[in-house]
């Protein structure tokens, strides 16, 4: 019994989440919501479960002070010089790509790179590479692009590949 219930609901948490915001969506509920709600709640857990999964491994928490810090101070600093750039003449902007070659190879760490990256102001992580081995990142100013890839490898990178080994 307990196998068969695990073959139609192979994840009873993600069922249930389905299931609640399925009912939580409409302005009102009835029985076609309801049964839709029911359906995505049986369906979406088997279709979660063919996907590729790669599980978050923490080997230590003891870089993520720091790389916090690092993090606010670089939005700050940032946040500062994007509005120099804005309210300043459009000749100074010099907005440009580059590829980061990268030495983390777990897809979390990778996910909390290109995320911190995002975060700070005049920069976007746009593309994850299908060997993972690279991350392309647009910048609002890349005066020297070898200079924003050291920046990038030295103060988020090697905290996170501590973090994420």
């Known amino acids: 019994m ?11 948490p993600l069922s249930v989440t389905v299931f609640v915001f399925g009912l939580l969506l409409p ?12 359906v995505l709640a049986l369906l979406i857990p088997q279709a979660a479960r063919r996907l590729e999964r790669e599980f978050a491994y923490v080997a230590t928490v003891r870089p993520l002070p720091r790389l916090i810090a690092i993090v606010l101070y670089d939005i700050v600093r940032s946040n500062i010089h994007v509005a120099r750039l804005v309210l300043g ?26 995320s911190l990256i995002t975060l700070t102001p ?13 991350l392309l990142i647009h910048a609002l100013d890349l005066q020297d692009p ?14 996170l590949k501590e973090i994420f080994p």
């Open 2 to 12: 307990k196998k068969r219930l695990r073959i139609l609901v192979p994840s009873i």
């Open 27 to 38: 302005d009102h509920i009835n029985a076609a919501y309801f049964t839709l709600a029911l």
């Open 89 to 114: 003449p459009e000749s100074a902007i010099k907005p440009g790509w580059v590829w980061v070659p990268l030495d983390l190879t777990n897809i979390h760490g990778i996910t909390a790179l290109a």
């Open 122 to 134: 005049g920069t976007v992580s746009a593309e994850l590479s299908d060997d993972r081995r690279y």
């Open 146 to 159: 070898e200079a924003l890839i050291d920046e990038i490898k030295s103060r988020y990178e090697a905290p």
